[in-house]
């Protein structure tokens, strides 16, 4: 008999890594949700996917926790067992369902999730106190954690930045799409890491604070989660305007005929040539959405989107392999990454 | 000659005590709000009274400020210098400032120490925008000062409290004046805590403990707020039914037309005779106002409702002298109270 050779570990599926996840949080996640005011405790638990309402429970389950899923590899990449970033977890997924909550009234958006906005669902005044509460308790679950009081200080800065964020993103519709004071790709870049890549990094550098990780892995996680959330919005852009429907989930061209100012757009229209000037006639004139996504790809819009995200990738990358990490997490984070913006990128 | 007798010190002036404290706190409190995002900065500084929409300032003062002077208060009866309660001073008024702001939208209050609340002035989602804006603030703040660990989780617990008074708030103007699912007194009393009394406990106990008080007095001072709350909220009430508009500023009676629930109403409800029953169909028909507080007072709602207000400032005096506090702070206090509840009561 000869001895096994070494076996090569296979790549963790990136929705077995988010599961594992998930039931490690949930009980405390609920547990969270459970000390809240029974009404408005029906509302957050509307927002996470966990009931109808009225309170009856749907056996769907709601978002797919990648911020959840962050903060327990934050802990593991710091050689902690994952149960050390729960707090964290439970923490960062109530701040994303306060900031979909609100961003929903504010954005005037009916449906998520394929269901009534959680203020279409139970009215806009009962909506902005349910997110309040998500809000506070956020904060009250990280405040009460072990090494909580830095992770309060990381959680406001990712607050603070959500707020940037969702103002721009809000004054940014209202901007023209040609001269001096159009959108152009920087401030789009800093939206992103405002609106998305804050708490996406906020999420993994949380739970490896309480991990006990030293400040240089902590960083790194953070930054890599911001481009992290640079590369992820720029992909859904992309599937916005190129991407099928049945796969994403959303009407084709939805974003053009709602004036948002995606990548694509931007490079487009920051390119030289006829183009970008055809373009923007047509996009001031809320013309026809599928020639719009043609003079989209014709300037050059679609392959600098596409390129922009490879290099928020390759930062991504960059960032992780500056620290040392515990292997699994490692690799489990890897898994993640290749889930939120593509194998193929 | 012969020597001077010595001076007895003449109480000090609430407005001087609420001056003072402002002066103090406005620089950090304008540091922090000018750290905002522009466009969300403009509106807190609507909210909180320094400016007009656009911009351009006003000179009259906003709120009278009692939530940051019981911080500086609070850290001045520790033995500390009032600048220690600086950072706790600026976290509750912005708290306060964002529980008005997002209250007035889910209450649909149009007016705000009579110019257009927040959400009327610049429309609902950026109000909604602006709340979340200023609660961020609120906890960054406290988390970067020294000390400030301990400090959010007592702001923690009290913004939980705001949300559950909030929440029963709107729950109980849908329930009936009669049976067994009226709202009682001591529901009410419950309420005014979390409401009002909760932020005002905090807004002490915070600035004794960033003062470096133990921990028996800001729980003393937690106590005293909790309490001076419902008498305040009570005091109000009575003003409401049976106060000068002129000296009030708000219409006579407002509160009954909005079927608010509101201490006199319900002791009136609970007392044995004819003149609650007659109280309750009236108010379930909506019928004259004038006629329903001359019932109420009928039904001894107005004798109740001073009664128990005195209870709870005798409940606020019990917990200031239950322990040691520098002298100059407790006199202050005791100023700052018979400002908010009255001298007479």
Redesign the interface.
């Known amino acids: 008999m000869t001895a096994p050779s070494p076996a090569v570990p296979a790549a963790p599926a990136a929705a077995d890594v988010l599961d594992r996840c998930r039931s490690l949080v949930r009980p405390a996640l609920a547990e969270a949700v459970g ?3 029974p ?2 405790g029906e509302m957050a638990s509307y927002a996470l996917g966990w009931c109808e309402v009225g309170g009856a429970p749907v056996a769907a389950p709601g978002g797919k926790g990648v911020r959840q899923a962050l903060a327990v590899l934050g802990a593991e990449a710091a050689g902690a067992p994952g149960r050390a970033g729960v707090a964290a977890a439970v923490a960062v997924e109530l701040v994303h369902t306060f900031s979909l909550l ?1 961003d929903d ?4 958006d009916a449906t998520r999730r394929r269901r009534p906005a959680v203020w279409k669902a139970y009215g ?3 909506a ?2 349910a ?3 998500l ?3 956020a ?2 679950t990280l ?2 954690a072990p090494g ?2 830095a992770g ?2 990381l ?3 990712a ?2 930045d ?3 964020g ?3 993103d ?2 940014f519709a209202a901007r023209p799409y040609l001269g001096p004071d159009r959108v152009r790709p920087e401030a789009y870049r800093a939206l992103a890491v405002h609106k998305t890549g804050s708490l996406l990094g906020c999420a993994a550098a949380l739970g490896a604070v309480l991990g006990g990780a030293p400040a240089a892995t902590a960083d790194a996680l953070d930054r890599a989660g911001r481009h992290l959330g640079v590369a992820f919005q720029i992909v859904d852009d992309v599937l916005g305007l190129w991407g099928d429907p049945a796969v994403t989930g959303k009407p084709v061209h939805a974003d053009l005929r709602e004036r948002k100012k995606t990548f694509p757009v931007l490079a487009a229209l920051d390119s030289p040539g006829p183009a970008a000037r055809r373009l923007a006639a047509l996009l001031e004139s809320a013309g026809d959405p599928a020639e719009a996504a043609a003079l989209i790809e014709a300037a050059g819009g679609r392959t600098a989107a596409l390129a922009e995200a490879r290099r928020q990738v390759a930062a991504v990358r960059a960032a992780l392999a500056a620290v040392p990490m515990a292997a699994p997490a490692a690799a489990e984070l890897e898994a993640v990454l290749d889930y939120l913006v593509g194998r193929d990128l």
């Open positions: 000390r809240l005011h009404w408005v609100h009234i504010m954005d005037g806009t005044g009962p902005v106190l997110g309040d509460a809000f506070a308790l904060v009250e405040a009460a909580g009081a309060v200080r959680l406001s800065a607050l603070a959500l707020v940037r969702q103002a721009d809000l004054l």
